[in-house]
Every structure is written in C-alpha cells, then in structure tokens.
Nanobody, 125 residues
C-alpha cells in the first residue's frame, strides 16, 4: 500500500510563490504516475499537474500552465509542485495522487487510486 503525505501549504500574497511536497512511503514511488489536484470550496476536484511514468512527460491544467512546475526526486520518494505568480483563484486544498505505472496514464480524478490528505493553500489579494 502506498501512503502519500503532502506538506508546504500556507498563506501567501498574490504574486508570491510556494512549493508543495508529497512524500511517499510503503512502496517504491519511482514506478508510479503522480499528479496534483486541487479542490476549492463548493467546486469539483480539478487537475493541476501530472508526471507520467515511463516517458517522464509532464502535463498541466490550462489555468496553471507557465506558473506551476511538477518535479520528482525519486531518491527521496517525493514529488513537488512549485507554484509561482499565485492568484487568489489558486486558493484550494491541494492533493497529491498516484497510480501504478502499469495502469494507463490519465488526468482525471478517477485515474488515481492513492491520495494524500491534502494541504491548504490560501492566496490573499
């Protein structure tokens, strides 16, 4: 069983930066697709960024392209989400997610089986 724990959330002013971390335990993380999603109050969970195992490609939601960067450090079993030029509309609970690399890669919530508990990001205007 893979366990995921997010950290790094907090309060930041608009235009600022923040880096979220997702530490994995229980299994070797390197062979998993990994992704970040977010959910604002009253809204559905939204895709933010993903790293595809095998080809190593990265994917981003339209609202964060050019501002957010997903990266992985396999030696530390950790995936990161670097966020810059933050906007108030980025305010949400951010979730780390993972799925076995043997499963078809996807960008939907239903494509991921393993989830962290979430970390709150609040961007003030």
């Amino acid at each position: 069983q893979l366990q995921l724990v997010e950290s790094g959330g907090g309060l930041v002013q608009a235009g600022g930066s923040l880096t979220l971390s997702c530490a994995a335990s229980g299994r070797t993380f390197s062979t998993y697709h990994t992704a970040w999603f977010r959910q604002a109050p009253g809204k559905e969970r939204e895709f933010v960024a993903a790293w595809r195992w095998g080809v190593g490609g990265t994917y981003y939601g339209d609202s964060v392209k050019g501002r957010f960067t997903i990266s992985r450090e396999n030696a530390k079993n950790t995936v990161y989400l670097q966020m810059s030029s933050l906007k108030p509309e980025d305010t949400a609970v951010y979730y780390c997610a993972a799925q076995s690399g043997r499963i078809v890669f996807g960008l939907k919530v239903s494509d991921y089986v393993y989830w962290g508990q979430g970390t709150q990001v609040t961007v003030s205007s």
